[in-house]
């Protein structure tokens, strides 16, 4: 049974850093690709960024890159989204995304409807 549990949301100021951390169960974070999304109360989910399995690729949205960095740990089976230089604007519930069907990552990684499994989110809430 796949399992994806989100944590280390929370509050910070501006021009802080969080990492989040995505632990799956139930199959290997390095054989399927990850992402990232965030949304807000009103708005569509927005993917910020993913790592394809086997090469660990990494995507951004231009929101966030030169900010956020996805990487992941195999031997604890997760994935983290460090970011940095927390904006007022990147406040949002994030979540982790994986899929396991065979679509192109490189161009498709931002579609929330891509995803079969999701975690259940983490808050993180940034004070200008």
């Known amino acids: 049974q796949v399992q994806l549990v989100d944590s280390g949301g929370g509050s910070v100021q501006a021009g802080g850093s969080l990492r989040l951390s995505c632990a799956a169960s139930?199959?290997?974070?390095?054989?399927?690709?990850m992402a990232w999304f965030r949304q807000t109360p009103g708005k569509e989910r927005e993917g910020i960024g993913a790592?394809?399995?086997?090469?660990?690729?990494?995507y951004y949205a231009d929101s966030v890159k030169g900010r956020f960095t996805i990487s992941r740990d195999n031997a604890k089976n997760t994935v983290y989204l460090q970011m940095n230089s927390l904006k007022h604007e990147d406040t949002a519930m994030y979540y982790c995304?994986?899929?396991?069907?065979?679509?192109?990552?490189?161009?498709?990684?931002?579609?929330?409807?891509?995803?079969?499994?999701w975690g259940q989110g983490t808050q993180v809430t940034v004070s200008s």
């Open positions: 995304a994986t899929d396991f069907r065979v679509w192109p990552t490189a161009t498709m990684w931002p579609l929330h409807s891509k995803y079969t499994y």
């Open positions: 790592i394809t399995a086997i090469t660990g690729a990494t």
């Open positions: 139930g199959y290997t974070v390095s054989s399927r690709r």
